[in-house]
Nanobody, 114 residues
Framework: QLQAFGGGLVQAGGSLRLSCAAS????????MGWYRQAPGKQRELVAAVTSGDSTNYANFVKGRFTISRDNAKNTVYLQMNSLKPEDTAVYYCYSRTFRGITYWGQGTQVTVSS
């Protein structure tokens, strides 16, 4: 019900843009965002955006990543600039409804080479 696109391999300092579209069967989405999980590490929040366009970023991406959302398309975007090798991870998008139901995308691999 969530499909993510845009991962890949990029050199340090480069940019990638992730997108994630929620199917029309998911209604009343309150928050959309991204988590990531690197090998051997726990999943961590990267960024989130509410239906009112309030945003929240993890400290390690502030100033480098920008999250945005198209409510009409139920789509969330993550523009990632100045990528670092430590950004290498599988990135998972999610959507959470006003009732608190969370849906997850399949994950997309981002690899940043040094």
């Amino acid at each position: 019900q969530l499909q993510a696109f845009g991962g890949g391999l990029v050199q340090a300092g480069g940019s990638l843009r992730l997108s994630c579209a929620a199917s029309g069967t998911i209604l009343n989405i309150a928050t959309m965002g991204w988590y990531r999980q690197a090998p051997g590490k726990q999943r961590e929040l990267v960024a989130a955006v509410t239906s009112g366009d309030s945003t929240n970023y993890a400290n390690f991406v502030k100033g480098r990543f920008t999250i945005s959302r198209d409510n009409a398309k139920n789509t969330v975007y993550l523009q990632m600039n100045s990528l670092k090798p430590e950004d290498t991870a599988v990135y998972y998008c999610y959507s959470r409804t006003f009732r608190g139901i969370t849906y997850w995308g399949q994950g997309t691999q981002v690899t940043v080479s040094s």
